[in-house]
């Protein structure tokens, strides 16, 4: 881009990415400290699982609504609404005990990011042209990954220190800056000169359907949400709390699990939101996408192969190795869902694809906790890289094709 685009696509990203990140916060805590603290929510240990999913569940719900009011209305106004619901959502959290109120919470929360996700992702494909779109895209990922590492560490230490309501309190009153912050710089984005742009680069109307391209692409996000919002995110806890049984003590410091857990998560988001933007940047550069893609499925397989030794050295090595996967998976699925759709279709499309990420990270949490009994924390792991390795040869196959015509 030329250099007042690129100052024009920053007055968009800066405050679009600083309000996701802020609304991730209550979202990315509960994960970390809920599975260890159902006493102080008031909910049983049965019902994390739901309570992790069930707004998930119901995005799958919002997503197709929400993406074709984004292709309809007003990008600004739907985006900035959806942080205040994100906001009101989280200080559900803070305010109540009990399973109930905490369920109308998570699913208030899910309409929350549907809004808040589609909008982002919409939003930045359509201020990028085709052949920045992965760094674009890699930047945006990298605020969603700087929330999702910041709301496990400040909701875990602050969880153990002032517990869980007032954390949760906290986490409601960030979220609220963050649409505030949106509210009074973000400009309205319209359709540009993109769109001309991308049908001169070839994105004709006959790529454009759901062949298998596109359908690899859903893939890719899927079985990421699967295998790393779903169940690592959810059972790393009980994992930790396994190993280290009620936390650690280091330099005479007694660690609990919940900063430990909210620590892994985060430093595990802080290498996602490195790999996004350095393989979304340099997927602009290479031959076919699919090839960078099968790369950064590579540490993931690993990670969880680690993962399944359950030893302080296999999580150690395991957590950062996902990242890096979970980063490249979701930042270039992102961007080649842009790639294989009109500015006018993108909103939709992005739509369906969050719809099959949302679908498969809430059968996550509760297949993972049903596993248990069965395989072990660890069994979970190993379907894990499993999948991770299918798409492997997936991608492998798909980048050979590219790389020939």
Known sequence: MKRKGTRS?????????????LSLVGDASLYAVLPTHTAAA??????VGILLSINRIARVAFNGPVGVAYGRHSRRRLFVLALFVGAFSTAIYGLSRGFWPLLVGRVVWGLAWAG???GGNTMVAEISHQDERGRWMGYYQGFFFLGASGGPIVGGLLTDRIGYHRAMGVAAGLTLCGALIALTSLPEVERTAVAADDRRRGLSRSILG?????????AVHGVNRLVVSGVLNATLGLLLQEVAGAGVRIGGRSIGVATLTGSGLGLSALMAMASASVLGALSDRAVSRWNVVAGGLIPGIAGFILLTFGAPWGIAAGIPLTALA??????????????????GEQSSR????FTVGDLTSAVGPPLAYALIPLLGIRGGYVLSAGLLAALFLVAVRLGHKASKT
């Open 42 to 47: 008031g909910v049983s240990v049965a019902t």
């Open 116 to 118: 808040i996700w589609i």
């Open 326 to 343: 979970s980063g490249s998976n979701q930042s270039l699925s992102t961007t080649l869902v842009g790639d294989l759709s009109t500015p």
């Open 210 to 218: 759901l062949g298998p391209a596109m359908m690899a692409a859903f």
């Open 9 to 21: 696509a920053l007055h968009v990203l800066l405050p679009v990415g600083i309000g996701t990140c």
């Open 350 to 353: 992005l739509g369906i694809l």
